[in-house]
């Protein structure tokens, strides 16, 4: 689709065949001039960077992030190096004098998944996990629970991480849950990877994503929507989220931005932004939408589907397969398999790149493959499987 976009990524190891673009995506090669471009500002405006990264490179990348979410107000959307921030940030902003009441799924990422085990075992939450199957049914399941108790917050990811599942009916569950519930949603493995439209939940709801994965910018890029008129203070603070007060003398109490800055931490390496906006205005110099990626990773997927069919492969069958066909699914595919490990190991040694996930293999398409590559995919894995 656009593989010739990805010419620095596939010269610099060009034996190598990469199905991981759920976890690591490759780079545009118009990322690579942005980031030189970071170090070309550093260089010469040294410390009047600052000026230029919070004049023109954050908007513009709150920009972008507005266009392809479907949110009204940019100014809504904080940056972050990496999601955890945001995590203890969100947790900061609850009431700690008596175990808070968490509402999750069974298939959250580690960033949530591990810190809020660590506060689990301090006796801080009170954690209900919401299996993910039967996948037909999960979504009015989390819906019902949300609706049955009082709950401090509720935590859900878009696309499960694990599986490529795709959560539907993320309104109804936002209005299922109780009043003085935070209600946050990870969307990291559905942002510009399928079209993702945050207006009718945006008020209710946080949302969460970032640059490393479909985004193609790498990292330093995470990103938090916040909803329009929060007034939350997180006590996990840093200077940045009242950049617009710092000449002002102290007050009484600590002061916070309007906007989304009220959730911002401190210095941080701007790189991450400068792609990502690089990323993003070569996206759609192309002409592609987030559509139209989507559409051409499912069709890579079923011709990877079709092909391993003919080559008889057992270890990768349909008995295999994590999710059921007619289960909504994102941009990669998951087996779960005996052996995972060695089997992992045997298809790294064929030179394709993809991740494990205990029992779980995952193979990630995008933008930067062809069916050239699916079919040299499933050669490989023939050689290293049989």
Same mark, same amino acid.
């Given at each position: 689709?656009l593989a010739?976009?990805f010419?620095?990524?596939?010269?610099?190891n060009?034996?190598?065949?990469h199905?991981a673009?759920h976890?690591h995506?490759p780079? /545009? *090669?118009?990322?690579e001039?942005?980031h030189a471009?970071?170090?070309?500002?550093?260089?010469?405006?040294a410390?009047?960077?600052?000026?230029?990264i919070f004049?023109?490179v954050?908007?513009?990348?709150?920009?972008?992030?507005?266009r392809?979410?479907?949110?009204?107000? /940019? !100014?809504?959307?904080a940056?972050?190096?990496? @999601?955890h921030?945001?995590?203890?940030?969100?947790?900061s902003?609850?009431?700690?004098?008596?175990?808070?009441r968490?509402?999750?799924?069974?298939?959250e990422?580690?960033?949530?998944?591990?810190?809020?085990r660590?506060?689990?075992?301090t006796?801080r939450?009170?954690?209900e996990?919401i299996?993910p #199957?039967?996948?037909?049914?999960?979504?009015?399941?989390?819906?019902a629970a949300?609706?049955?108790?009082?709950r401090?917050?509720?935590?859900?990811?878009?696309?499960?991480?694990?599986?490529?599942?795709v959560v539907?009916g993320l309104? #109804?569950?936002?209005?299922?849950?109780?009043?003085?519930?935070?209600?946050?949603i *990870?969307?990291y493995h559905?942002?510009?990877a399928? /079209?993702?439209?945050?207006? $009718?939940?945006h !008020?209710?709801?946080?949302?969460?994503?970032?640059g490393?994965?479909?985004?193609?910018?790498?990292?330093?890029?995470c990103w938090l929507?916040v /909803?329009?008129?929060c007034?939350?203070r997180?006590?996990d603070?840093?200077?940045?989220?009242?950049f617009?007060t710092l000449?002002?003398a102290?007050?009484?109490?600590v002061?916070y931005?309007? *906007?989304?800055? $009220?959730?911002?931490?401190?210095?941080f390496d701007?790189?991450?932004?400068?792609r990502?906006?690089?990323?993003?205005?070569?996206?759609?110099? @192309?002409?592609v939408?987030?559509?139209?990626v989507h559409a051409?990773?499912?069709?890579?997927?079923?011709?990877?589907?079709?092909r391993?069919?003919?080559?008889?492969l057992a270890?990768?069958?349909?008995?295999? !397969?994590?999710?059921p066909?007619?289960?909504?699914?994102?941009?990669?595919l998951?087996?779960?398999?005996?052996?995972?490990?060695?089997?992992h190991r045997?298809i790294a040694?064929?030179g394709?790149t993809?991740?494990? !996930?205990?029992r779980?293999?995952?193979?990630?398409?995008?933008?930067?493959?062809?069916?050239?590559?699916?079919e040299l995919l499933?050669?490989a894995l023939?050689r290293a499987l049989?």
């Open positions: 689709m010739a976009h010419s620095r990524h596939r010269a610099a060009p034996g190598r065949l199905f673009a976890s995506h780079w /545009p *090669d118009a990322t001039a942005a471009r970071y170090w070309t500002d550093s260089a010469t405006l410390d009047r960077k600052w000026q230029k004049g023109e954050i908007p513009a990348a709150q920009d972008h992030v507005a392809i979410v479907g949110l009204a107000d /940019p !100014r809504q959307v940056f972050a190096p990496n @999601t921030e945001f995590v203890s940030r969100i947790y902003c609850l009431d700690a004098a008596r175990p808070l968490v509402l999750t799924s069974g298939a990422f580690h960033s949530f998944r591990r810190q809020t660590r506060l689990q075992e006796g939450l009170e954690v996990e299996a #199957e039967p996948w037909a049914t999960f979504p009015q399941r989390f819906a949300a609706r049955s108790g009082p401090d917050l509720v935590w859900l990811s878009h696309v499960f991480f694990d599986s490529g599942f539907t309104e #109804e569950i936002c209005e299922a849950a109780p009043a003085e519930a935070l209600v946050v *990870d969307g559905a942002f510009c399928l /079209p993702v439209d945050l207006a $009718r939940v !008020r209710r709801a946080f949302y969460i994503a970032g490393y994965k479909y985004a193609m910018s790498g990292e330093g890029a929507a /909803p329009p008129g007034a939350l997180p006590t603070t840093g200077w940045y989220a009242s617009d000449s002002v102290p007050g009484a109490t002061p931005s309007t *906007d989304g800055f $009220r959730f911002w931490g401190a210095t701007a790189s991450g932004l400068y990502f906006s690089a990323a993003m205005d070569w996206l759609r110099s @192309t002409g939408d987030i559509a139209r051409h990773s499912k069709a890579l997927q079923e011709e990877f589907l079709h391993l069919a003919g080559a008889g270890g990768l069958g349909p008995a295999q !397969r994590v999710l066909p007619e289960a909504p699914r994102g941009n990669f998951a087996f779960e398999v005996d052996g995972a490990e060695e089997m045997r040694a064929e394709v993809i991740d494990r !996930r205990d779980r293999l995952r193979f990630g398409f995008g933008v930067y493959q062809e069916s050239r590559d699916v499933v050669a023939a049989r």
